[in-house]
């Protein structure tokens, strides 16, 4: 018994109904995607400084507040971190490449509590308004 061909692109498709080409294109964009995203990250050179992602964002009302949240060891690094890439800019130098941040090693330390920091000021508000 041959298997069903899909109707709009003439695929097979395996008995379970699943598009084997269109499952290996997902994966292979996938992989693409992630290739782009730690080129693009390469390219930025905050990592190069020993920065990570939340070091560089702008700091305003709602960033400064979830900065204020941080545990104090967190809090430390950060700024630590930004002092050292500080000092490297105005020397015009760059970490040595085993010290850069990889993109695997980079964490979204700060976004929890933006994200709570964030939630709280709309109930504000909201309560404001009433």
């Known amino acids: 018994m041959r298997t069903p061909l899909c109707a709009s692109a003439g695929r097979r498709l395996i008995p379970g ?6 499952e290996v294109a997902i994966a292979a964009t996938s992989r693409l995607l992630v290739g ?3 080129w693009y990250y ?3 050179g ?3 400084l020993g920065l990570m992602r939340d070091d560089t964002i702008n700091e305003d009302f709602d960033v400064k507040e979830a900065i204020h949240r941080l545990p ?6 950060r700024m630590f971190c930004i002092k ?7 020397k015009h130098q760059v970490l040595p490449k085993d010290q850069w941040t990889q993109y695997e090693e980079d964490l979204r330390y ?9 939630r709280e000021r709309k109930e504000r508000e909201e309560w404001q308004m009433k």
């Open 84 to 90: 050292r890439a500080l000092d490297l800019s105005i």
């Open 17 to 22: 109904g699943k598009n084997v080409a269109g």
């Open 42 to 44: 390469n390219t930025c």
């Open 46 to 48: 905050f990592n190069k």
């Open 36 to 38: 782009f995203r730690k």
């Open 110 to 118: 700060l976004e929890p509590h933006l994200v709570e920091d964030i």
């Open 72 to 77: 104090e060891p967190v809090y430390n690094d």
